[in-house]
């Protein structure tokens, strides 16, 4: 069992920054691939970013290349989403999620999900 907890969201405006972390429990951190998945009001939840267990790869979607990173740390069973050039199209809850396993940009894998922190960006 994996349990995580989301922390870091807020009110940004436009341009801004902000950096979220997620807590794992568990002894196993490093088997699990993380990843991080919003969802804006009335649209499904979609793939932000992932990394894999130790860290060395990771992927993220189009919509957040090159102002998303994706980090973790292994020795705090953390896993971070540091968000910077915020853009309004980019509120929504962001939820954290774990899977023992490769890294994977789809949902369905990932079998362990956090309660979601609230992003909203606004102009």
């Known amino acids: 069992q994996v349990q995580l907890v989301e922390s870091g969201g807020g009110l940004v405006q436009t341009g801004g920054s902000l950096r979220l972390s997620c807590a794992a429990s568990?002894?196993?951190?490093?088997?699990?691939?993380m990843g991080w998945f919003r969802q804006a009001p009335g649209k499904e939840r979609a793939f932000v970013a992932t990394i894999s267990g130790g860290g060395d790869s990771n992927a993220y979607a189009d919509s957040v290349k090159g102002r998303f990173t994706i980090s973790r740390d292994n020795t705090k069973n953390a896993v971070y989403l540091q968000m910077n050039s915020l853009k309004r199209e980019d509120t929504a809850v962001y939820y954290c999620a774990a899977y023992r396993g490769p890294l994977r940009t789809e949902i369905w894998p990932y079998e362990y999900w956090g309660q979601g922190t609230q992003v909203t960006v606004s102009s």
């Open positions: 568990g002894r196993t951190f490093s088997s699990y691939a």
